[in-house]
């Protein structure tokens, strides 16, 4: 294994990505200002531009053209993130996480409510 300072490969680089990027949506407002509209936008626009990833950046890219961020509120944004990490997990043949807010708040928010992240 890589001694844990070493630069972040494309694996260590998704997982902190994907955590910040589920993390904000798990606690974005349910009715965003048009603030966070554009902020958000403008976050998950970028993306496809300064990703330091360019194969993972153009996918995305692509994807984010036929299925634009839903950024109207917080279940559609979590939503609509888990459906592009589930198109990176179905081309990586990982299996595929179940989009709802339930689970995603479980996941990404709240916790197993048998308290084991307490
Ligand atoms: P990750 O896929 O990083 O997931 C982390 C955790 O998120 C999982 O343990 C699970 O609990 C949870 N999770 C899984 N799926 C979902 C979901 N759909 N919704 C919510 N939570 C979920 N790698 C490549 O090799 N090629 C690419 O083209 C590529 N494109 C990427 C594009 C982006 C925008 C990002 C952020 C990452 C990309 N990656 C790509 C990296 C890849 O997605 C994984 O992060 C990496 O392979 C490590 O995978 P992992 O199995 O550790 O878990």
Do not use: I
């Not at 200002?33 to 554009?38: D, E, P």
Request: aromatic share 6%; hydrophobic share 30%; glycine share 6%.
């Amino acid at each position: 294994t890589r001694p844990a300072n070493c630069p972040p490969d494309v694996e260590q680089l998704g997982r902190a990505t994907w955590t910040f990027l589920h993390t904000t949506a798990a606690y974005y407002p349910e009715k965003p200002t048009m603030q966070h509209r554009v902020n958000m936008l403008s976050l998950l626009r970028a993306l496809p531009v300064l990703y330091p990833c360019s194969n993972c950046a153009q996918h995305l890219g692509e994807n984010m053209k036929t299925h634009p961020p839903d950024v109207s509120g917080r279940a559609a944004l979590s939503k609509w993130l888990c459906e592009q990490h589930n198109e990176v997990n179905e081309r990586l043949g990982k299996d595929k996480f179940e989009c709802t807010v339930e689970k995603l708040d479980e996941r990404w928010k709240d916790g197993p409510s048998d308290g084991s992240c307490d």
